[in-house]
């Protein structure tokens, strides 16, 4: 069975789990990506992880679609099997009056870091993280620098004098 083939059977098995968990998937070019509702995505994860052998979060970064769309945020989620090698992608969708998700820290203890960079460049929360504060940015930044809406020249919060 096609890689492919082994990830749509098991996207089915996640919506006939819980049917709330998948909104939609996408298969592009062999990559398969699971939009998760943002209530759902911990769960889903956990149940990737114990039942279907996705036992590394690769990465996890957010995307800003910009001020004028909406959902404006997106936190995606790239997985891997050690033992199948197979490759899944789970993406969340977030207005920007509810840029909040829950953490997956207690799924892949690597999450602690890449939801702090999130945190830190889209001001993206993640509920029930362990140390959420800002890990590239000074503590005081005013801002967060890959949002669409930050100025594109950035500026100059210290004074040099």
């Not at 049917?19 to 699971?34: L, N």
């Amino acid at each position: 069975m096609a890689d492919t083939a082994i990830l749509l059977e098991t996207i089915e098995r996640l919506k006939a789990e819980n049917p709330a968990w998948i909104t939609d998937f996408k298969d592009a070019r062999g990559e398969i990506t699971a939009m998760v509702s943002r209530e759902h995505i911990a769960d889903v994860c956990y149940f990737l992880k114990t039942n279907y052998g996705f036992d590394m979060l690769a990465d996890l970064c957010g995307a800003d679609n910009g001020p004028e769309e909406d959902p404006r945020f997106e936190v995606n989620y790239h997985l891997f099997s050690t033992k199948t090698f197979q490759r899944l992608r789970l993406k969340v969708s977030l207005s920007e009056d509810e840029a909040s998700v829950e953490s997956v820290v207690g799924v892949w203890r690597t999450a602690d870091w890449h939801e702090r960079e999130t945190f830190d460049l889209f001001g993206i929360n993640f509920d029930g993280h362990p140390d959420l504060r800002r890990i590239l940015l000074p503590s005081d930044f005013d801002g967060h620098a890959l949002r669409k809406d930050f100025p594109l020249r950035g500026y100059e919060p210290y004074s040099l004098s």
